[in-house]
């Protein structure tokens, strides 16, 4: 990572990476299913981007979700394949475009999402995939997806840092030392 960093090291889930020195943070907690009597669901996320430019399109967020005691590897989602496929046909809509005829909105867009890699490293999951909103820019992401322990409970750690696809020269060094630098705590429960 070319010019000054700065480590950030949470105190509450324990992580640690390294990030561009320039950079901004927000944070915020996402609703969970409030169906569940006694559990929020709710996910703690914190999103780190460049003071210079537009936070939507260069940024690297990491979203930490409370997991079941029955996890306890993330063999319990399946190899890294099935967790990339999984976690990218969730978002794919790409079937759409075979039966346009039939979309009540055909102005609405359509998402594209497709599985570039999908690797595991360091204990961790790594996830490239791309996304694209037809007829928005395409998004070039990569994902590190990591079980650990925070001293209460055990967490999954997502950090996924993105730019758009005309941006991936220039961005994707930055974005992938940020993604190696990444620590989560050590352990599961």
Known sequence: MAGQTLQYVDPTDLFQLTLPANWQQAEAMIEGNKSFQGASGARRTIAWYPADGPADETNVTLTITNTSAE???????????????????????????????????????????????????????????????????????????????NGRYNRLYTLTAQCLEDQVETAEPVLKAVLKSFLPPAGVA
Do not use: W
């Open 71 to 149: 996890f306890t590897k993330l063999g319990s989602f399946g190899n890294v394949f099935a967790f990339g496929t999984n976690l990218v046909n969730s978002m794919d809509r790409s079937f759409l475009l075979r039966v346009r005829g039939n979309n009540p909105n055909p102005d609405e867009p359509i998402q594209i999402a497709k599985l570039l890699d999908a690797a595991e490293s360091r204990g961790m999951y790594y996830v490239e995939y791309s996304v694209e909103k037809q007829p928005g820019p395409k998004r070039h992401l990569y994902s590190m997806v990591a079980l650990a322990y």
